[in-house]
């Protein structure tokens, strides 16, 4: 926000328009919630419209891979199997698979079942059995821009208490997105996200949270699920953020996984469940890039 530029210099966003008439008043309101003391964004933070088309694009991509995938899904199916699947139709629609080989991630995807809350790593040795809950992960590189979702898939006869948890864990989302609008904090959104899980006997896993998306696979900001109102990072058009709280039936407390050092475990080992949207901040709300 503090770099210089001229009143009559072209406008930082591409819009081939004068600062003056395009993002001086935006960039203003933005430096008078900073003197409040307020975080607010960088401008690497803020996405310009052809950033925000390309990652529309890839959004595409990512909500394509998971329509194919709740297709395929089943009882019997390996996890191992549901990441070849992700992998080939990421590759078919003309994506790169983003997690694979991430900060060293060994698959495409990240599949999650019952206890384990996030980051499970597609193996043979995982077979999908009647009952359990899973979280397919995705996040899909496509023509450069990054975007990144996830769905709970319940799988044959599922009790009625993990299918609230899944189900609760999507009404979180939404309890969300209704507080994401411009001028308005993280915190607000992060605080919905809360209220509801616990209205609803569920616990928000603390240390675990989403983050800005788009140019890379996670950017600035870290986003919070326990968060109060009028806190963290301010929400201004163009921002583009995932939404993905993970609820837990238990405890909030988790664990990692000493041997792959990916992989989070509910500490009580009872289910936990995730969903994850991409999302963009409008100049009157959001819309939903990826789910
Ligand atoms: N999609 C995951 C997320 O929500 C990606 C985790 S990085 C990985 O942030 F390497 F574990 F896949
Ligand atoms: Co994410």
Redesign the pocket.
Known sequence: MLNKIGRNDLCWCGSQKKYKFCHEDFDKKIINFKMQGHIVPSRKIIKTKEQIDGIRESGKVNIAILDYISNKICVGMSTEEIDKLVHSKTIELGGIP??LG??G?P?SS?TSINSQV??GIPSELDKLKDGDIINV???TIYKGYYS?S?RMFCIGEVSEEKKNLVKIAKECIEKGLEQVKPWRFLGDMGYAVHQYALKNGYSVVEEIG??GVGLE??EDPWISYISKPKTEMLMIPGMIF?I?PMLNMGTSEVFLDQENE?TIYTADSMPSAQW?VTVLVTDDGYEILAY
Do not use: N, Q
């Open positions: 983003a997690t991430y900060e991630y698959k990240c996030c980051h992960d995705i996040s990144d996830s989403g983050h696979l996670h995932t993905e990916w994850e």
